[in-house]
T-cell receptor
């Protein structure tokens, strides 16, 4: 299986500030995803991070609030901008390998636990 | 629009019991279905993935089945252990290039 790391693992931030979360994969992947999991809820996809092009955002999520970078095939960042307490969540990155390898299983990072005061 | 439902939301059973977790989806034209485990405050661990052409997958004490026509999947856990306590999520993918859609999860507690 893939090894995916995220930094930071957790953080406590003040409202109005921004936090950048990093996701590193131990092998090259085409598709990387960013999810949010609010307390007691299931996962919601924020965006798909495409290497070499703009990220594709889901309904309800915008680039100004959640800018994403994907500089290469093993790394991506998600920034949570101008944070409010409603942004307190676990943020997870995930990757999917192409068909034929790991059977298109999605693998998830350990998550970044964010608390906004 | 695909919707994924998991029932029950929470389940508590004594150690050693066999148990079944349920997942249902509204659009039977799926590409694959995946079961995950999530420990409190942690990321997700992939347990089993079933392609649309498959009926079941097994890994150790876990067996996942898929009935596309009825829009249902089950995760069977044999001889449950306290270490199985976690939230179990199923997720459905509609096509090869689409996102996966998660159910709300079943929070499982195994009592020693």
């Amino acid at each position: 299986s893939a090894v995916i790391s995220q930094k930071p693992s957790r953080d406590i931030c003040q409202r109005g500030t921004s936090l950048t979360i990093q996701c590193q994969v131990d092998s090259q992947v085409t598709m990387m995803f960013w999810y949010r999991q609010q307390p007691g809820q299931s996962l919601t996809l924020i965006a798909t991070a495409n290497q070499g092009s703009e990220a594709t955002y889901e309904s309800g999520f915008v680039i100004d609030k959640f800018p994403i970078s994907r500089p290469n095939l093993t790394f991506s960042t998600l920034t949570v901008s101008n944070m409010s307490p409603e942004d307190s969540s676990i943020y997870l990155c995930s990757v999917e390998f192409p068909s034929g390898r790991y059977q298109e299983t999605q693998y998830f990072g350990p998550g970044t636990r964010l608390l906004v005061l | 629009k695909q919707e994924v439902t998991q029932i029950p939301a929470a389940l508590s059973v004594p150690e050693g019991e066999n148990l079944v977790l349920n997942c249902s989806f509204t659009d039977s034209a799926i590409y694959n279905l995946q079961w995950f485990r999530q420990d409190p405050g942690k990321g997700l661990t992939s347990l089993l993935l079933i392609q649309s052409s498959q009926r079941e997958q097994t890994s150790g004490r876990l067996n996942a089945s898929l009935d596309k026509s009825s829009g249902r999947s089950t995760l069977y856990i044999a001889a449950s252990q306290p270490g199985d306590s976690a939230t179990y999520l199923c997720a459905v993918k509609n096509s090869s290039a689409s996102k996966i859609i998660f159910g709300s999860g079943t929070r499982l507690s195994i009592r020693p």
